[in-house]
């Protein structure tokens, strides 16, 4: 929760409270834990806080709104008319470390050297234009440049005609008001630091400057108000920089039936459209994992497609024959990527696992059937009824051990608890690919051998004849 600019602790915890009374008998919920003046993305301020949400045991959750995104909608929903606050529901990130939401990170940034405001300006616009697109669930920052904040300015000098230097101020102020670390004491067989800071009394106002003393060149302590101008500015709490250009943050998640990758192109997309010369972005966290492995998987399924052709060309020592079988491979992905999206499963590693194992389960079955029907051939019947003979004969084995497949998969589809969307979309995408596949693969597979026999003994006539 990030409530507006300049808002007080007090205020904060108000804000806490009302959220705490809206959440607390969410049905999913085991324990929580409220913190105020932290926050997991804006990190520390008084207007800032935190609720860190532990669900119920998977067993305890079975019915079907009591998924993570389900919870997190239905927060949205308990939240909604709170207007005072910036609210940001999200999952923690599945490997420690990468980031701190589990949804995708880019860093806006600013590459000409503009104003922290005309940054925002942009950042602002291209949140807006993520949240119309359908890949993004939701986009938001927690970056804000209306703080309340003073500028402290050191008369140089003034601080030259005491024996003062600038930093020493600087220093003592910091001290006082900030608070300066100052070293270690050992108590209860435990290690503490000691932190040296103003009490609260003594630095609650800009007259809390003429009771803070430095001491000068000539041993006499002197009011820092002596040396220090204040003046009232409006700024961010913290800046940060990306790969050393001034940046802000923008988190968010896709949204439900899209995957990760179809919400960084998404990204890209709108960044190209909305950011103007001199500004970019960078990804962070896993996006930035993500975004620069690329499209591995297109690399992986070509490679797997171009291993299965050689070896069935060393198999049937033909150049041709092979193509019968590589080419009703497509058929079997049309039927994985056509189940997916009727079941609303996403395109992930765990789909995209089953799909390079369906490859080779659909290349059996057509070796099955070619590989018969190239030894009818040999045996001197017709191409067209050794395609036919092969299709009869190798009908029971397909069917065994594509329904085998199937009926294997099938309790996945339906299962619960931890990782129960991993099962998901690896029995959905294998399924469907070997429903469709199956089917295909007894029409076209003969057909296709029929062709493709018929070119290659055509061609070593001609070569015979001609060369």
């Given at each position: 929760m990030q409530a507006a600019?300049?808002?007080?602790?007090?205020?904060?915890?108000?804000?806490?409270?009302?959220?705490?009374?809206?959440?607390?008998?969410?049905?999913?919920?085991?324990?929580?834990?409220?913190?105020?003046?932290?926050?997991?993305?804006?990190?520390?301020?008084?207007?800032?806080?935190?609720?860190?949400?532990?669900?119920?045991?998977?067993?305890?959750?079975?019915?079907?709104?009591?998924?993570?995104?389900?919870?997190?909608?239905?927060?949205?929903?308990?939240?909604?008319?709170?207007?005072?606050?910036?609210?940001?529901?999200?999952?923690?990130?599945?490997?420690?470390?990468?980031?701190?939401?589990?949804?995708?990170?880019?860093?806006?940034?600013?590459r000409r050297g503009s104003s922290v405001e005309e940054l925002q300006r942009h950042a602002q616009a291209f949140i807006a234009a993520l949240n119309e697109r359908p890949e993004i669930a939701r986009a938001q920052t927690s970056f804000d440049s209306r703080y309340p904040q003073y500028r402290v300015e050191v008369d140089a000098a003034v601080c030259k005609r005491t024996g003062v230097s600038?930093?020493?101020?600087?220093?003592?102020?910091?001290?006082?008001?900030?608070?300066?670390?100052?070293?270690?004491?050992?108590?209860f067989s435990k290690l503490y630091r000691v932190m040296m800071q103003a009490s609260p009394e003594y630095r609650a106002d800009v007259r809390s400057l003429d009771r803070l003393f430095v001491r000068t060149a000539s041993g006499e302590m002197s009011p820092i108000s002596r040396y220090v101008t204040l003046t009232r500015v409006y700024g961010s709490e913290s800046l940060s920089r990306f790969n050393l250009f001034l940046s802000i943050a923008v988190n968010g998640a896709p949204a439900a039936g899209y995957s990760s990758g179809q919400a960084l192109n998404a990204i890209r997309e709108v960044a190209v459209q909305i950011l103007p010369a001199g500004y970019g972005y960078e990804f962070g966290a896993m996006s930035r994992e993500e975004a620069s492995a690329g499209n591995t998987s297109v690399w992986v399924f070509g490679i797997c497609i171009v291993f299965i052709y050689l070896i069935l060309c060393a198999l049937y020592e033909s150049l041709l024959i092979p193509l019968a079988v590589i080419l009703a491979i497509p058929f079997g992905l049309f039927g994985s990527f056509l189940?997916?999206?009727?079941?609303?499963?996403?395109?992930?590693?765990?789909?995209?696992?089953?799909?390079?194992?369906?490859?080779?389960?659909?290349?059996?079955?057509?070796?099955?059937?070619?590989?018969?029907?190239?030894?009818?051939?040999?045996?001197?019947?017709?191409?067209?009824?050794?395609?036919?003979?092969?299709?009869?004969?190798?009908?029971?084995?397909?069917?065994?051990?594509?329904?085998?497949?199937?009926?294997?998969?099938?309790?996945?589809?339906?299962?619960?608890?931890?990782?129960?969307?991993?099962?998901?979309?690896?029995?959905?995408?294998?399924?469907?690919?070997?429903?469709?596949?199956?089917?295909?693969?007894?029409?076209?597979?003969?057909?296709?051998?029929?062709?493709?026999?018929?070119?290659?003994?055509?061609m070593i006539h001609y070569c015979r004849n001609y060369i």
């Amino acid at each position: 929760m990030q409530a507006a600019p300049g808002t007080s602790l007090a205020q904060t915890e108000r804000i806490l409270k009302n959220i705490e009374d809206r959440i607390k008998d969410t049905p999913q919920f085991q324990i929580y834990s409220k913190s105020i003046g932290m926050g997991m993305l804006a990190g520390q301020g008084p207007s800032n806080g935190t609720f860190i949400i532990r669900l119920k045991p998977w067993d305890q959750r079975t019915g079907s709104r009591d998924d993570n995104r389900s919870v997190i909608n239905d927060l949205y929903r308990r939240l909604s008319d709170i207007t005072d606050a910036r609210i940001m529901v999200f999952a923690q990130p599945i490997i420690a470390g990468y980031g701190v939401t589990n949804g995708f990170e880019v860093h806006v940034q600013d590459r000409r050297g503009s104003s922290v405001e005309e940054l925002q300006r942009h950042a602002q616009a291209f949140i807006a234009a993520l949240n119309e697109r359908p890949e993004i669930a939701r986009a938001q920052t927690s970056f804000d440049s209306r703080y309340p904040q003073y500028r402290v300015e050191v008369d140089a000098a003034v601080c030259k005609r005491t024996g003062v230097s600038p930093s020493e101020v600087l220093n003592a102020l910091s001290g006082y008001i900030g608070g300066v670390y100052s070293s270690n004491i050992n108590r209860f067989s435990k290690l503490y630091r000691v932190m040296m800071q103003a009490s609260p009394e003594y630095r609650a106002d800009v007259r809390s400057l003429d009771r803070l003393f430095v001491r000068t060149a000539s041993g006499e302590m002197s009011p820092i108000s002596r040396y220090v101008t204040l003046t009232r500015v409006y700024g961010s709490e913290s800046l940060s920089r990306f790969n050393l250009f001034l940046s802000i943050a923008v988190n968010g998640a896709p949204a439900a039936g899209y995957s990760s990758g179809q919400a960084l192109n998404a990204i890209r997309e709108v960044a190209v459209q909305i950011l103007p010369a001199g500004y970019g972005y960078e990804f962070g966290a896993m996006s930035r994992e993500e975004a620069s492995a690329g499209n591995t998987s297109v690399w992986v399924f070509g490679i797997c497609i171009v291993f299965i052709y050689l070896i069935l060309c060393a198999l049937y020592e033909s150049l041709l024959i092979p193509l019968a079988v590589i080419l009703a491979i497509p058929f079997g992905l049309f039927g994985s990527f056509l189940f997916a999206k009727l079941f609303g499963v996403e395109n992930n590693i765990y789909m995209q696992t089953g799909i390079i194992m369906l490859i080779g389960l659909l290349a059996k079955t057509a070796i099955l059937q070619t590989e018969y029907a190239s030894e009818c051939r040999s045996r001197g019947m017709s191409i067209t009824a050794s395609a036919v003979a092969a299709a009869v004969a190798r009908l029971r084995p397909i069917l065994m051990t594509s329904l085998t497949m199937i009926f294997g998969l099938l309790p996945m589809i339906f299962s619960t608890g931890v990782g129960c969307n991993g099962s998901r979309s690896l029995a959905v995408g294998t399924i469907g690919g070997m429903l469709v596949g199956t089917v295909s693969l007894l029409l076209f597979v003969p057909l296709l051998f029929i062709m493709f026999r018929c070119i290659e003994e055509r061609m070593i006539h001609y070569c015979r004849n001609y060369i």
